[in-house]
């Protein structure tokens, strides 16, 4: 795909994917050189990641730079679409800035626009690196520490439903269809296949608690203990129902020899109301490049179509973009959006402009402050009714 004749760009397989990533990923994202555990765990780790799309380019047949698509799901408003998880962007510091990067992942992105990815994500090192490939920064998960002060209250209280505790390889089959459920019901989640997932099991360190209720799984928590009078260093506190969420909390008040509870919250969670008395404090970091929150891009206009909308319809030209750039008339009829191509303009959208609707992390009026299009009021009015404000939660880490 590249006209540069020493430039070989082309698919790796697993095996080769490996030895080029202890020397790229390794030196751009770990302590390098990459000791031989280190280097045997990644080669272990990449049996669970069969259905990646890996992509390198070679200088002179030497590996210069690397990108990795992840095949995932994503809840768009409602509608569970194909979404392609970015990772593994990286460059030989030798080889950096010659533009080998921008061809990966346009490729990249055109293969798996191809094959009915409509939305992509990834965690970025810079906003503005990944803004220059239309992508839109949302809003970070919520890092929250708990004190255990103000729980008690909680463990007299009679609760519907109950908590179940496992080990996570024990009860990794419930746990996966747990985070299903939520990637029905919550807008922007998104989950990687069955077997990429499966190493969270395998690897069995985690404790795994299930909120239950009627016959539901309710909420979901894991955790590690890190020791007597220490923490409880959660992952996500995942709950589908108010039950759920009150069943958790109970669970945590047992725990009243540890110092605090660490865990994740989407960004429009508000633990100041979950319960009287509750004391917290919010440890999100937004910190390039290594704490940044998580961004995404639209690949596919007319795959958006089936997803929630309000009330209202628009044509929009979008531009200079590879996978949306067109002329699109979006309505939103009985609750759901179609799409058509044509029609007459009345907005004007970069990707970004597109992506934040979308996922309705801007409001139509930010669009032009930010460079992302040229919207006037009245079309900012029918754009908001289309695209009400919203908060996506990836939840996926990759
Ligand atoms: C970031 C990185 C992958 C860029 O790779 P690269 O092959 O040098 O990138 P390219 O030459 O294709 O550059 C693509 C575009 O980004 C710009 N760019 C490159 N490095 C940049 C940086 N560090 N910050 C901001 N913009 C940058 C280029 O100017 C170019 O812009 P243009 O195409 O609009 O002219 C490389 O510097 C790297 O490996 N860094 C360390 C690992 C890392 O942080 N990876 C990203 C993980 S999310």
Redesign the pocket.
């Known amino acids: 795909m590249s006209n540069d004749p020493n430039v070989d760009i082309r698919h790796v397989d697993a095996e080769e994917w490996h030895s080029l990533s202890v020397l790229?990923h390794g030196y751009?994202?770990g302590e390098s050189p990459t000791a031989p555990d280190q280097s045997d765990s990644w080669r272990e780790g990449e049996k669970y990641r069969e259905d990646n799309t890996r992509l390198a380019?070679f200088v002179k047949g030497e590996p210069?730079?690397a990108v990795v698509g992840m095949p995932m799901r994503q809840n768009l408003r409602g509608l569970v679409v194909p979404m392609l998880g970015?990772?593994?962007?990286?460059?030989?510091?030798a080889?950096?800035?010659?533009?080998?990067?921008?061809?990966?992942?346009t490729q990249l992105h055109g293969e798996l626009r191809d094959s009915g990815h409509v939305t992509s994500t990834?965690?970025?090192?810079?906003e503005?690196?990944?803004e220059?490939f239309g992508y839109v920064g949302f809003p970070k998960a919520r890092s929250i520490r708990l004190r255990t002060d103000g729980l008690q209250p909680l463990l007299k209280r009679e609760l519907p439903g109950e908590i179940t505790f496992h080990r996570i390889g024990a009860a990794f089959d419930e746990y996966y269809a747990a985070t299903e459920l939520l990637l029905g019901e919550r807008h922007g989640f998104g989950r990687r296949g069955r077997k990429s997932a499966q190493q969270l099991g395998d690897d069995d360190k985690e404790w795994l608690v299930f909120a239950r209720h009627e016959g539901e799984v309710v909420g979901v928590f894991r955790y590690r203990t890190l020791g007597h009078g220490a923490t409880i260093a959660g992952r996500e506190f995942l709950y589908r129902t108010p039950v759920g969420r009150a069943l958790l909390l109970q669970w945590l008040a047992r725990h009243l020899e540890f110092d605090s509870f660490t865990f994740t919250l989407p960004p429009d969670d508000r633990p100041d109301v979950w319960y009287t008395d509750l004391a917290y404090a919010d440890e999100t970091r937004i910190q390039a490049?290594s704490m940044s929150a998580p961004m995404g891009r639209v690949l596919s206009v007319p795959g958006l179509s089936g997803m929630s909308a309000g009330s209202a319809s628009i044509t929009v030209k979008i531009d200079d973009d590879p996978f949306v750039g067109g002329t699109w008339t979006l309505s939103g009829t009985g609750g759901v959006l179609d799409v058509k191509e044509g029609g007459t303009p009345s907005a004007q959208l970069t990707s970004h402009g597109l992506a934040a609707l979308v996922y309705g992390v801007l409001d139509p009026v930010d669009l032009p402050l930010r460079g992302y299009g040229e919207v006037s009021n009245e079309a900012a009015a029918t754009l908001r009714t289309l695209f009400p404000a919203a908060t996506p939660f990836l939840f996926e880490q990759f």
Do not use: D, E, I
């Not at 970015?86 to 510091?93: C, E, K, N």
């Not at 990834?122 to 810079?126: A, C, H």
């Open positions: 790229l751009a994202f380019a210069a730079a970015v990772s593994g962007v990286a460059t030989h510091p080889a950096r800035r010659q533009g080998h990067v921008r061809k990966l992942l990834l965690y970025p090192f810079s503005s690196f990944y220059r490049p």
